[in-house]
């Protein structure tokens, strides 16, 4: 799979503080990736390198596979990374024809795009009557006309309603379904998991995890169990192939799943071992469980 941007070690420090850490990732053609991070975790930064707009102090990134300037490879790729900025006495469409102006390319791609993000009926309106959402819209819009390869979005809904919020995750989902790669930073949680196929979750300018959002997931759960013979419990449980850890806290045990099984499976094995339960239940930890654990100051 095609490469579109390598990072490799990446650190960002301001004075005494660093906003980011050592960060490495690589940006794969076709996925959707979200950086996802409390806020302050270094996710502006980070994308404010990659667009050179901010310096790193060390290590190093490029696009595509490097045999371009930054300057020249950046001609591919479409970001926002500030709130939009357009003329508001100027309608949407005469907005996107001065971007296109600026950019160097044909005017013939502003329909498209503007029929993409949902305003090609509001083409002739000026800029000050849109809503925020629609100047959201009107900004991605603008980052598509050059027919980038990769769309790099920094929290793209914030401050929307959650109508706004919802028509842009459509988009977001449209355009990476149109073959765009795409990149954006969210401290949300449900966005990533509704539009991401990757994430990459920091704090502190730190990685904690880099991955497919579903394999993020794919913890098998836990079992919590209780019988009067807790010790003959336990016993059985360390025999069972498909059991991990056990723990023990006051009357309820605790059992790890290391691969799939349901509860009635594990409730014939016990009895068929002569073992009669007053409780079982089978959880799993959400991705929002998992995540603040992650992200957790305690847990590190
Ligand atoms: P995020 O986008 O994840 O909310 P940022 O990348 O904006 O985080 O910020 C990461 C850290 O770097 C924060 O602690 C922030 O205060 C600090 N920071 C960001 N920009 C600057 C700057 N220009 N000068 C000093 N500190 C900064
Ligand atoms: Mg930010």
Same mark, same amino acid.
């Given at each position: 799979?095609?490469?579109?941007?390598?990072?490799?070690?990446?650190?960002?420090?301001?004075?005494?503080?660093?906003?980011?850490?050592?960060?490495?990732?690589?940006?794969?053609?076709? $996925?959707?990736?979200? @950086?996802?991070?409390?806020?302050?975790?270094?996710?502006?930064?980070?994308?404010?390198?990659?667009?050179?707009?901010?310096?790193?102090?060390?290590?190093?990134?490029?696009?595509?596979?490097?045999?371009? +300037?930054?300057?020249?490879?950046?001609?591919?790729?479409?970001? @926002?990374?500030?709130?939009?900025?357009?003329?508001? %006495?100027?309608?949407?469409?005469?907005?996107?024809?001065?971007?296109?102006?600026? !950019?160097?390319?044909? !005017?013939?791609?502003?329909?498209?795009?503007? #029929?993409? *993000?949902?305003?090609?009926?509001?083409?002739?309106?000026?800029?000050?009557?849109?809503?925020?959402?629609?100047?959201?819209?009107?900004?991605?819009?603008?980052?598509?006309? $050059?027919?980038?390869?990769?769309?790099?979005?920094?929290?793209?809904?914030?401050?929307?309603?959650?109508?706004?919020?919802?028509?842009?995750?459509?988009?977001?989902?449209?355009?990476?379904?149109?073959?765009?790669?795409?990149?954006?930073? +969210?401290?949300?949680?449900?966005?990533?998991?509704?539009?991401?196929?990757?994430?990459?979750?920091?704090?502190?300018?730190?990685?904690?995890?880099?991955?497919?959002?579903?394999?993020?997931?794919? +913890?098998?759960?836990?079992?919590?169990?209780?019988? $009067?013979?807790?010790?003959?419990?336990?016993?059985?449980?360390? #025999?069972?192939?498909?059991?991990? !850890?056990?723990?023990?806290?006051?009357?309820?045990?605790?059992?790890?799943?290391?691969?799939?099984?349901?509860?009635?499976?594990? $409730?014939?094995?016990?009895?068929?071992?002569?073992?009669?339960?007053? %409780?079982? *239940?089978?959880? !799993?930890?959400?991705?929002? #469980?998992?995540?603040?654990?992650?992200?957790? #100051?305690?847990?590190?």
């Amino acid at each position: 799979m095609e490469t579109i941007l390598t990072i490799n070690q990446l650190t960002k420090k301001y004075g005494s503080l660093t906003a980011v850490n050592n960060l490495s990732f690589t940006i794969k053609k076709g $996925n959707v990736y979200g @950086i996802l991070g409390p806020n302050g975790s270094g996710k502006s930064t980070t994308l404010g390198m990659v667009l050179n707009v901010v310096n790193k102090t060390s290590g190093d990134f490029h696009w595509f596979d490097g045999s371009d +300037s930054t300057h020249t490879a950046l001609k591919k790729v479409g970001a @926002i990374i500030e709130h939009p900025n357009f003329y508001p %006495y100027m309608t949407a469409s005469q907005n996107l024809a001065l971007v296109c102006k600026i !950019k160097g390319v044909s !005017k013939n791609k502003i329909d498209e795009k503007l #029929e993409i *993000v949902g305003l090609l009926e509001r083409k002739d309106s000026k800029f000050k009557t849109f809503s925020l959402g629609m100047k959201q819209r009107l900004a991605i819009a603008s980052a598509l006309l $050059n027919d980038p390869e990769i769309l790099i979005l920094d929290e793209p809904t914030n401050g929307l309603d959650p109508q706004g919020i919802h028509q842009i995750r459509e988009i977001i989902r449209k355009i990476a379904s149109m073959g765009t790669t795409i990149l954006l930073a +969210s401290h949300l949680l449900d966005e990533v998991e509704k539009v991401c196929s990757h994430v990459v979750i920091i704090r502190k300018g730190i990685k904690l995890y880099s991955g497919r959002v579903d394999e993020m997931n794919a +913890s098998h759960g836990f079992f919590e169990l209780k019988a $009067n013979d807790l010790v003959k419990l336990q016993q059985l449980l360390e #025999e069972h192939p498909s059991i991990g !850890k056990i723990t023990l806290n006051e009357d309820l045990l605790t059992a790890i799943l290391e691969e799939p099984m349901g509860a009635d499976d594990l $409730n014939s094995f016990l009895h068929q071992r002569g073992m009669v339960l007053s %409780y079982l *239940v089978k959880r !799993k930890e959400s991705l929002e #469980e998992q995540f603040l654990q992650l992200t957790n #100051e305690t847990a590190l």
